[in-house]
Every structure is written in structure tokens, then in C-alpha cells.
């Protein structure tokens, strides 16, 4: 490796880059979850050998330790593990990909100032170059990948980085599938250890099908051997010949009417034993309304059934948590909830102290109340004025509600504790309180008069800005006190509506008079709405209002401005049938308009443009179109707007560079009536114009810049206020911008927002010159002369060899507007059938012009730069052309003032 290496410069990929992506994503579709990770850094192998890059780190999000930890990582042999790397270490670098930005630079120095600590990090491990893409499943950023450079600097064009993006998404969808994968095996493998400790036998039958599928605990239920082919009819034999009708009326009514069924029975094994079962399950619907489908469960209930205590069989069927305690405080009785929510087996818990059931904590208490129920026992529950727990086999607390009831047995006097865990009851009392305050919250800072009414049709509530409308305090308009406010002429019918819809339970809207606070009544729309709890428990009413006074005045003006109209209908009729005339001639002009802007051509540069286009137009993504002037990059955007979601509505064009910077943000946003001097009606912008549509931007880089915050918003947020208004404007509109400008130039020279160069910079599109794609210039050509030549009614059957050679070799400064004005200029003198055309004396390379050595040596540079398309560095570069290293080639052109229009 030599002392100072030579910067490496991205070459233009051909078709097997393309080829390279298909292969990873074809690969990365069916991939089994297990095989990712090892995927993923063959992956990074392969593009880091294609494209000569020194390494690649993959990096995913730990939420827990809120940093980027590496998982996946390839380098050249001898380099540092990237593993080693900690975020901690790169917080600029960090922080940006957490926001979901993409970080690039192809030399240290161009890291900005607050990135100090990175630069560091990132000359210690000896990086270059680099370039870290955000790994994105939908809004959320799961993780980074970066491609780096430790060999020598090098430049990520905007070519490059698209490419590399589509690895980055491939690579975080698939990490998506994986993690996926891992949380659907963990939730199937909590469904099979649920089903194992309910002791559920498992079945399922497919009504077309003959056979039943079942699991091996149902097999054991019916003594069968695990893995016997169970038929409906071997199923019946099995079934005692008692319940053999109630079960097959039963498994035949589900298998009419989808329905959800319960059947006990016993049944009889092989060597003759009984027991009684549970069959819980239900049926499902096919397409002809019968059902097509049954599954259930099998549960073992034989000791239930066969004990002859109605007691016990009472307190295992009930759902709650039941225990019998005798006077020794020891429990001698629990059913099946107590396991459940204990944790214990019933058999560990007979003959043991109820303490066991209480914290270590409470015991004294426990004792105590023990002793004073005992000689007087009575019915009672523990809950609403002690926080009660009961602790579990493992020491974990919950809250608890504790019923006591006294019974007398021959065994002697007993308790009968029944025993709730209300753990989600208390998290859900939080939470309605959280949501209590979330909504206060909410309704405080909302922009409208909020209200709230309890069950007794009184007000609880008011916000703040319905108090400050008023002039009032809370407890002023509690209860009924708010009606004090509204006019007397509007007070009865008010509250008539009020409670009309408070009995019924509906919606309402009422329109009635409010005092403000300064005295004035204003004209409000109410609008109440019912709530209910999730059980459908009714809770009262919540309102909003809004002030309409000024609708209220706009109506009466729309009533008087009505009759102007009926007046101007009449002026209308006579006019319609010559708009209609108009019509016609306006239809044809812009049928021949958009015939005329049809893109053309079929070299590799222009198709690439193109397929760009297809790409970007179905989302609603912001896309930059970088040009020189006459390019056609408005005609990429029209494209790109007919291939959209809204290509039936009109694209609404601005050029920034035409209008004066005083009018500009009339133009883009609109105004009030009197916002200026001159301002005598209201007018709406081209963004509230184009809602719902496209605008078009043209000349971006010429928006003056204290306008770029505001377009910046927009953009953003998708609002904005028009001038001489305090009223927000919420638009969904597509933005196209088109500049031929250098942005980034001036961005450096503070002519042009950062922020808003990488929100307009999210899918750059490049429209080359004329002279990047010469082999279009003859189908450009034919494409003007006939569409020219038809206009003028002429016919041109050839064109001059010398004349097309000419037009090839020329460089078209002025690209496809030039060369169509020059192929106008020349139909116009040319009559015969025969197209000739003879290129200005000034725009031959060839010819010779006297000047200074200074002069010669500026034009010389000049045609190379032309001929390169304006790249100094790398193969076929100007300064390989010229034998100039690019740094020398660069100070020529600066003392020569050479820049690139």
C-alpha cells in the first residue's frame, strides 16, 4: 500500500450489478429463518469483492441498552474485527442513523465539527471512506449497515448509494422475517405447554374426510394406543351405551348449524374401565352455510362426576379460587383455581396452614383475624377498604379479594374462603385513571371548547380554553352552571336537545348563542357523543365546540352574493356557446402540447432516467431532478405524475427563477383579502391547488431562502398559513423539484437550506445532456422534423449525412431546446424534401480562432470538459485526456475561470 493512496472512483455498473441485486432478493424470499445470519455476511463478502470495498458491518438495535451492537461483519484479511467497535464511540454516527439518515462522507475532513469524537474513533481504526445506510421495517429503525474503505478515500455518487440502499432493505427485511420466525415458535411453544398443563386431550375432523385426528393425551382418555387411526365410528363404539344418542344428536346438530358445543359421557376402554369426560368444541361454517369443520378438547372428569359430596362438586366447578379452612386454621379442601393462581397442587396444599397462602408479612394480622371470627363466623368480604395479597409456590405477590362464609358439616364448623386474584381489575382501574388524565391532558391543549357530563346530566368537566371563552372558573360551570351563559332566546331549546339526546343515548348537534367573556354572544355548534365502557356500561357525555359566528356571516353573504349570481347566469348562458367553441380549440392544443413533450429516445442514459421514473412514481416520495437547462426535466415530471396514484388530477407547475422574489410566496401559498397593499380579494396558492396532486418546483435553487423554511414545512408537515392568515392549511401534496444548479454549492455558500436540500434530495434523478447521449440525437431529429414539418405542411423525406454527422459531433449547449430551435430555424429557409442544416460558424470545435496562448489553452480545457461531460478525475477523465493530475487540472481552471454552467 502506498503513502498516499489513489482516490477510488465509482464506475457506472452494468447489468450484473442489476443481476447481483435480483440474485440476493430471489435468495433471501424462501430462506429458512436459521440460515440468515450466515446469508447476510456471504452477501457482504460478495458486494465488498464486487465493488472493491475494504468491509461491511451490520449493526441491529438493542432497545434494552439503547445502543447499536454488531452482529454481522466482513473485512479484508488483517483488519481489526469490526465487532469490536462500540457506538458508545461514534455518537454523531449514531444519533443520525437512529433518526433514519443516511451517513456518508469519502474523506474524514468532511465530517462536520460536532462529529469531533467520531473522526477520532474513525482515524484510530485507520477508515477513509464510508457510507452507512439505516435499516428500516416500516417507521421503525432496527438497525445499520456500512460499507467502508481502509485502503483509500473514496466517492459514494448518488448512483452507488441507490444501489446499495436496495442491499440495505433487502438485508432489513430479512432480519424482520427472522425476528418474526423467533416470536411465532416462542408463542406455538407457549400454546403446547398450555395445552400440556390443562391435561386437554386434542381433537380435530374434517366433516369431508373419514378420518379424526387426535393427540396422544385424547388416545390415553379412550385407552387407545397413541397413533391408532380414529374413525366416527370407532369414536361411537368407545362411548358407553347409555350417552351414545346424546352424543351423536349432539356432533350431529354441529355439524348442521356452526355452533359451539358441550357434551359429558363416559367412556368405556378396552379392558372394560369407565370414565367420564368432558368434550368441549365447536363447528365451523363452509361456504354452503353447513358446517364443513369441528375441533375441540377432551378433559378427564371422572372424579367430579363419581364423587357423591355436592359440596366438593359444587366448589370445583366454580371459577373462582375456593378453599375450606377448619377451626385449625388448615385447609382441607381447594379446587382446581387455587391452582392456577397459586401455583400449588391440590395435594400440596391439604393439611397445610391457610398461612401458606398469605405473606410472610401479614401473618400476625392473619392470626388476629382468625381468632375473632372463629366464635362469631359471618358471612362477609375483605377488599375495598385493605390492600390484600396472596403469595404464590415461587414467593411472587398479587392482589387479591378475600370472601369468607361459615358452614356446618358433619366434620365439624368449617370456612369457606373464596378467593379472586384481581391483579388485571386493579391494572385496568390505573389505566381508565390514566386515561383519565391523558384525556384532561389532551382536551386542555386541544384547539376547541371541551366538555364532559356525568350520568346525572350535570357537567364534570370543562377545558381551559372553553373556561377562558367565558371568562368563568370550574366550579362555576359544574353542574348546570354553563347554562347561565347561554342567550334566554336560545336556552330552552338548547336544553330540550340536550336532554332529548342524554335519554336516548345518541349523538347530538345543537347551534345556539354563548356569552364570551367579554360580554359578546357568539354563535357555537355543540356536537355530544355518547360514551360507554367495554361491557356497554353508559358513563355520560363528551362534547366540543366550535365558534361559527364568522360562518354565520359568511351564510348571510352568500345569500346576497346568491342573487348577484342569478344574474350572472343569464350573462353566462349567452356565453356558453362560444366557451364551448373555445373548449374544442383548447382541447386540441393541449392534445398537440403533450404529443409534443413525449419523452425520446432509446440510449442507455435516457433509459435509466426512465426506468428511474417507473420506480419512484407510485409512492409519494419526493423526487429532485438534476439538469442542465433544456434537458426536459419537466417532461420527466409530467411522466412521472401520469405513472402515479395522482396522474388523473392536474400537476400544478411553478418556476421558481420566472417570478419576482416579492411574489413568490403569494404565488406558492396564497393570501388573505388585504394581507398587502393591493391585496383586494383572497387567493388561493399552488400548493392548496394542488392538494391531492403533484407541483412541480422548476429552478428549486432560485427560491429565496427566507422561503425555504416555510416550503420546508410543507414539505414536513404538509401545512402552512397563507399571508395575512392565522389559519393553518393542511395539503397531501407530491413535491418534483427541478434545478440546474449545483445545491450542494450552495449550500456550502449559505444560498440554499441543508434540511431542505436532503428532504428534497430523498430520489435524485439525473437528466443527462444532449452530448452523454449522442445516439439519440437522430430519433430526436426525425421526432421534430415531422412534428415541426407538420405544422409548417411540410414533408421531409431525408436528411443530409453531412448534416446528422454534424449534429452528433456538435455538443449542444442548450441540449434538446437547442437543437429542435435549430432544426425550426433551418425548416423555415429549407424548402426542399431534403433536410440540410449548416451549424453556426461560431459553434464548430474545428474552427480556428485567433487569440492570446491564455485564451486557447481556456478553450482547449473547455471542449475536453465537454467531451468528459464535465469529469475531471478517474479513466477517461479530463485530466488523463489533458496529462494533468486532477488537483493541477482544477487550479488551471480556477485561474482560467472556468465553471460549469
Not at 275 to 302: C, E, H, K, Q, Y
Request: aromatic share 8%.
Amino acid at each position: 500500500m502506498s503513502a498516499h493512496p489513489r482516490p477510488v472512483t465509482y464506475v457506472e455498473p452494468n447489468l450484473w450489478f442489476e443481476r447481483l441485486i435480483s440474485d440476493l432478493s430471489k435468495r433471501f424470499i424462501d430462506l429458512d429463518p436459521g440460515q440468515i445470519d450466515g446469508e447476510i455476511e456471504a452477501a457482504q463478502k460478495l458486494t465488498c469483492e464486487v465493488l472493491g470495498l475494504d468491509r461491511s458491518t451490520l449493526g441491529q438495535w438493542d432497545e434494552g441498552n439503547k445502543t447499536f451492537v454488531v452482529t454481522h461483519s466482513w473485512g479484508l484479511p488483517g483488519l481489526e474485527p469490526a465487532r469490536k467497535v462500540k457506538s458508545q464511540d461514534l455518537p454523531w454516527f449514531t444519533s443520525k442513523i437512529a433518526r433514519g439518515e443516511v451517513v456518508r462522507f469519502a474523506r474524514l475532513c468532511d465530517l462536520p465539527e460536532e462529529a469531533a469524537q467520531d473522526k477520532e474513533t474513525l482515524r484510530r481504526l485507520g477508515q477513509k471512506s464510508n457510507i452507512t445506510f439505516p435499516l428500516r421495517v416500516g417507521k421503525h429503525v432496527i438497525g445499520g449497515l456500512a460499507f467502508g474503505m481502509l485502503r483509500a478515500e473514496r466517492e459514494w455518487p448518488d448512483q452507488l448509494v441507490g444501489r446499495l440502499r436496495l442491499i440495505a432493505d433487502i438485508f432489513a427485511n430479512a432480519l424482520a422475517r427472522k425476528s418474526s420466525a423467533e416470536v411465532l415458535a416462542e408463542s406455538q411453544e407457549r400454546m403446547r405447554l398450555a395445552v400440556e398443563s390443562a391435561n386437554l386431550g386434542l381433537w380435530s375432523w374434517n366433516l369431508r374426510e373419514e378420518k379424526i385426528w387426535t393427540s396422544e393425551r385424547f388416545s390415553s382418555l379412550f385407552g387407545l394406543p397413541h397413533g391408532a387411526q380414529l374413525t366416527f365410528e370407532r369414536f361411537l363404539d368407545a362411548v358407553h351405551p347409555d350417552d351414545r344418542d346424546n352424543v351423536h344428536s349432539s356432533i350431529a346438530a354441529a355439524a348442521l348449524l356452526p355452533m359451539e358445543f358441550r357434551v359429558d359421557f363416559r367412556v368405556v376402554h378396552p379392558d372394560g374401565a369407565v370414565r367420564w369426560v368432558v368434550n368441549r368444541g365447536r363447528s365451523d361454517a363452509s361456504p354452503a352455510g353447513n358446517s364443513a369443520r369441528m375441533s375441540g378438547s377432551i378433559l378427564d372428569i371422572t372424579e367430579r362426576k363419581l364423587s357423591s359430596d355436592r359440596f366438593r362438586i359444587a366448589v370445583e366447578a366454580c371459577p373462582t379460587a375456593m378453599i375450606t379452612v377448619d377451626g385449625y386454621g388448615k385447609i382441607v379442601l381447594a379446587n382446581s383455581q387455587v391452582e392456577k393462581i397459586f401455583d400449588y397442587q391440590r395435594e400440596e396444599l391439604i393439611g397445610q396452614s391457610v398461612d401458606i397462602l398469605v405473606p410472610e408479612r401479614f401473618h400476625g394480622d392473619h392470626i388476629l383475624h382468625h381468632a375473632q371470627f372463629a366464635p362469631h363466623p359471618r358471612a362477609r368480604s375483605i377488599c375495598a377498604d385493605r390492600d390484600l395479597y396472596g403469595v404464590r409456590k415461587d414467593g411472587s405477590e398479587f392482589r387479591i379479594e378475600i370472601g369468607f362464609s361459615p358452614i356446618q358439616t358433619d366434620e365439624g364448623n368449617l370456612v369457606l374462603c373464596a378467593i379472586t386474584d384481581i391483579t388485571d381489575r386493579v391494572r385496568a382501574m390505573e389505566a381508565i385513571s390514566d386515561r383519565e388524565k391523558l384525556f384532561r391532558t389532551v382536551a386542555n391543549s386541544a384547539p376547541v371548547l371541551i366538555w364532559m357530563s356525568g350520568l346525572d346530566k350535570g357537567c364534570t368537566f370543562f377545558n381551559e380554553r372553553w373556561l377562558k371563552f367565558t371568562g368563568r372558573k370550574m366550579e362555576e360551570e359544574l353542574g348546570q352552571g354553563w347554562a347561565s351563559g347561554v342567550h334566554p332566546d336560545d336556552l330552552n331549546r338548547c336544553l330540550e336537545g340536550y336532554n332529548a339526546a342524554f335519554d336516548s343515548r345518541e349523538e347530538f348537534e345543537l347551534n345556539y348563542r354563548l356569552r364570551r367573556a367579554d360580554g359578546e354572544f357568539r354563535w357555537i355548534v355543540d356536537r355530544g357523543v355518547p360514551c360507554f365502557e367495554s361491557d356497554g356500561a353508559f358513563r355520560g357525555y363528551v362534547g366540543s365546540c366550535i365558534d361559527i359566528s364568522d360562518w354565520k356571516e359568511s351564510e348571510r353573504a352568500l345569500i346576497d352574493a346568491n342573487e348577484q349570481l342569478l344574474e350572472a347566469n343569464q350573462r353566462i348562458g349567452k356565453m356558453k356557446e362560444l366557451l364551448e367553441h373555445e373548449n374544442v380549440y383548447l382541447q386540441k392544443e393541449i392534445t398537440v402540447e403533450r404529443n409534443h413533450h413525449e419523452v425520446v429516445g432509446r440510449s442507455e442514459p435516457i433509459r435509466r432516467v426512465l426506468m428511474k421514473a417507473e420506480q419512484v412514481a407510485p409512492t409519494n416520495t419526493a423526487v429532485l431532478l438534476l439538469g442542465e437547462t433544456g434537458t426536459g426535466k419537466e417532461l420527466v415530471a409530467r411522466a412521472i405524475h401520469r405513472s402515479s396514484k395522482r396522474g388523473g388530477r392536474l400537476m400544478v407547475k411553478v418556476n421558481c427563477a420566472a417570478l419576482p422574489a416579492s411574489l413568490v410566496e403569494n404565488e406558492l401559498f396564497g393570501r388573505e383579502k388585504g394581507a398587502y397593499t393591493g391585496a383586494l380579494t383572497r387567493e388561493i396558492g399552488r400548493f392548496e391547488l394542488a392538494n391531492e396532486s403533484t407541483i412541480f418546483l422548476d429552478e428549486i435553487g432560485e427560491l429565496p431562502l427566507e422561503l425555504q423554511a416555510k416550503l420546508l414545512r410543507v414539505l414536513q408537515e404538509g401545512e402552512f398559513e397563507r399571508l395575512g392568515s392565522s389559519r393553518t392549511m393542511h395539503v397531501n401534496v407530491r413535491v418534483i423539484a427541478a434545478t440546474s444548479r449545483d445545491l450542494e454549492a450552495a449550500m456550502r455558500e449559505g444560498k440554499f437550506r441543508e434540511d431542505l436540500y436532503y428532504r428534497l434530495n430523498v430520489f435524485p434523478i439525473r437528466i443527462p445532456p444532449l452530448r452523454e447521449r449522442r445516439e439519440d440525437i437522430p430519433l430526436l431529429t426525425w421526432h421534430f422534423l415531422r412534428d415541426l414539418g407538420g405544422r409548417m405542411g411540410r414533408e421531409i423525406e431525408s436528411v443530409r449525412a453531412t448534416t446528422m454527422t454534424a449534429f452528433q459531433n456538435y455538443t449542444w449547449p442548450g441540449n434538446v431546446r437547442e437543437l429542435r430551435n435549430v432544426i425550426e430555424r433551418h425548416l423555415i429557409t429549407n424548402q426542399g424534401p431534403a433536410f440540410e442544416a449548416e451549424l453556426p460558424e461560431a459553434i464548430h470545435t474545428s474552427a480556428f480562432v485567433e487569440g492570446t496562448a491564455e485564451e486557447s489553452e481556456r478553450r482547449h480545457i473547455l471542449h475536453v470538459l465537454e467531451r468528459t461531460g464535465w469529469r475531471v478525475r478517474g479513466q477517461g477523465g479530463a485530466g488523463e485526456i489533458l496529462g494533468l493530475k486532477p488537483t493541477t487540472l482544477e487550479s488551471r481552471m480556477k485561474k482560467l475561470g472556468i465553471v460549469r454552467q
